[in-house]
């Protein structure tokens, strides 16, 4: 975030620690049970899901050349390549001959060989060779390649697009500024989990927009050093909220001049559709959740970077540290209340009430609920 942006947040979070405020909606917003109950709606997000352009990861991922990471996105299998001469592709992670995938989890090569019957593949998707090509015959190999997929990159991260007519280009506009100035085309990953959580995707996302249940569900991980005495910022469909540690009142008596570079707190960005960032010193992570099987069910990845490549124990250790907590909070406190949520909406709660101090989700069902009409 560049510094003018930082001390701007810090000038907004400290007059809400004067008035013992925040960032609030004008009115209240009821969002109805069919939203996160029914299938009809439920097919209706995959529909717009999968028409709607995906940040999926860091830059840093796939930053040197004959590199290449593989991701799951709505359950397609997605892979990205830099090929030697640094040019980006997306492709579905298929083999042309019998769809095993060619690739799993990150690394560097000059060609992608499927386990399956050894096809292999050059980074740019080309069908480079096939046993017993002569079996295939009439079957026009030369053209059976990776089925590509748009991508771009954007403040750093990689946007994609599920099929051939999604414009990615665009995706991250206004907000790519802001985000530009965290070095995402230099991270390192570390680690990714998955979660599969008993809750519609929308709830697993909105968990991470509002302070109003620091209180009550962190009171012994969150609430003692953060602070919901939060701003927010809108960027069309994508979203910044950034709320402070308590300690920043120190600044309150100290020339700008003195305040720290970055923002001092959690710097937390909504990606529509349903991609988190959060942005904390000395590391991002990044949250996808997407709908499973069912209107009650997520797949979530949960993934942590660095600034550069951890290369002592202690630095692995830090990371890992910084993940377990990460953990802690989102899979020992948040998604349970989202699975509980969920059950009472499933039981018959007619509709969710999102109050002033909850703007954000506000904006996100707003959003959301526009998409599909498009």
Request: a negative charge.
């Amino acid at each position: 975030m560049p510094r003018q942006e930082a001390l701007e947040l810090t000038r907004r979070v400290l007059k809400h620690f004067e008035n013992e405020s925040l960032d609030i909606a004008d009115q209240v917003w009821r969002e109805p049970r069919s939203a996160y109950v029914d299938r009809d709606r439920y097919e209706a997000d995959i529909r717009m899901l999968r028409s709607v352009p995906h940040v999926i990861g860091w830059e840093g991922e796939v930053a040197a050349p004959g590199s290449y990471v593989t991701k799951d996105v709505m359950g397609t299998p997605v892979l990205v390549t830099r090929a030697q001469d640094g040019a980006l592709r997306a492709f579905i992670n298929g083999c042309a001959h019998r769809g095993a995938q060619v690739a799993d989890g990150c690394g560097a090569t000059r060609t992608l060989t499927c386990p399956y019957h050894g096809w292999t593949y050059g980074l740019d998707g080309r069908l480079k060779g096939a046993p017993a090509r002569t079996m295939f015959a009439g079957a026009d190999l030369e053209d059976r390649g990776l089925i590509s997929l748009p991508i771009s990159m954007q403040g750093g991260l990689l946007v994609v697009g599920l099929s051939a007519d999604v414009d990615v280009s665009t995706a991250l506009d206004g907000i790519a500024t802001p985000l530009s100035d965290y070095a995402f085309d230099r991270v390192f990953h570390v680690e990714t989990r998955r979660y599969d959580i008993a809750c519609n995707w929308k709830l697993a996302v909105d968990v991470n927009f509002e302070g109003y249940h620091f209180p009550f569900v962190h009171a012994d991980t969150l609430d003692p050093l953060a602070s919901n005495n939060s701003v927010y910022d809108i960027y069309g469909r994508n979203i910044r909220w950034a709320f402070p540690f308590r300690d920043i009142v120190q600044y309150r008596d100290l020339s700008e001049t003195d305040w720290p570079d970055q923002f001092f707190g959690t710097v937390v960005y909504g990606l529509f559709p349903s991609c988190v960032l959060i942005e904390a010193p000395g590391t991002s992570q990044m949250l996808r959740a997407y709908p499973g099987s069912n209107p009650g069910e997520t797949v979530l990845y949960l993934s942590i970077s660095a600034p550069a490549e951890p290369v002592t124990d202690d630095e692995r250790a830090w990371y890992k540290m910084g993940l377990d907590g990460a953990a802690q909070v989102l899979e020992g406190q948040d998604f349970p209340m989202a699975e509980a949520c969920q059950r009472g909406l499933t039981a018959g709660v007619d509709h969710v009430v999102f109050g002033r101090n909850e703007a954000l989700l506000h904006h996100l069902a707003a959003v959301r609920n526009q998409a599909l009409l498009i």
